[in-house]
Structure formats: C-alpha cells, structure tokens
C-alpha cells in the first residue's frame, strides 16, 4: 500500500514591493499616499504577523475601492486571519466546515487549487487587466 501525499494548502510568500505593486496597480496615483498610509496602520503593533501578507490580503478584499480598504485594515487589526481567509482561502472557508466531516484528500486538494490560483491570478495581473476606479 502506497501512501498517498497529504493535501497541501499553499501560503503566499510575498513582500512590501509586492504591496507597492499592487497599490499602484490598483488605485489611482492621487490616492497612493492615503492607501499607503491606510496600509502601513497594520503592522505596527506586536501582534501583527507578517504585515506584507495581510496588508495584500485586506487590498485583495477591497477590490481598488479604498473605503473598503478602510474596513478592511480595520478587520485585519482585529484578527488578521479574517483578512487572510477571505483572500487566500474564500473556497475553503465557503466549503470546509468544521462542524462537519472533513472532505477526502482529493477534494481537499481540488479547493485548496481553487484558491492558490484565484490568489495567484489577482497577485500577478498586469495593470493593462485591472479597471482602475
């Protein structure tokens, strides 16, 4: 009997170039500085893991509409992992219940594929694919 490899549920290794990206990518220059600023308000108390990470999670989840990112940066100061699960892993979250039996590997497999490439996607779109709001 072989063993069969455990599901593997990726964690993107990003970086603030990244986060500088993506801001310009995502929201017009004029509004640079206040989205950075906004940004840069995660990540200064001892408990904020990883700030890259998180602060790229909450720009995913704002969409470019920068009073979501509001809101966003403010879940993410609460609990960071609510910020993280909704932009890495929305597919998981929606169907992996904890409550219930956990789904076969290969199920488990298919979802967490579901959600590196949905993550993978928006990280690496080009501006000339992004509508600017």
């Not at 497999?109 to 928006?122: A, E, F, G, H, M």
């Amino acid at each position: 009997m072989t063993n069969k490899p455990k599901p593997q549920q990726p964690v993107p290794d990003v970086t603030q170039h990244d986060v500088l990206r993506i801001v310009q990518r995502d929201f017009p220059p004029e509004h640079t500085e206040e989205v950075l600023a906004k940004l840069n308000s995660y990540g200064c108390e001892s408990f904020h893991t990883n700030p890259p990470r998180v602060r790229l999670a909450a720009l995913k989840n704002a969409g470019g509409n920068i009073d979501r990112l509001h809101g966003e940066i403010h879940t993410a100061c609460a609990d960071y992992r609510d910020a993280i699960i909704a932009a890495e892993y929305p597919n998981y979250h929606r169907e992996v219940r904890f409550d219930a039996p956990r789904p076969p590997a290969a199920e488990l497999q298919r979802i967490y594929d579901l959600d590196w490439n949905q993550y993978s996607n928006w990280l690496h779109r080009s501006a000339d694919e992004t509508t600017k709001q």
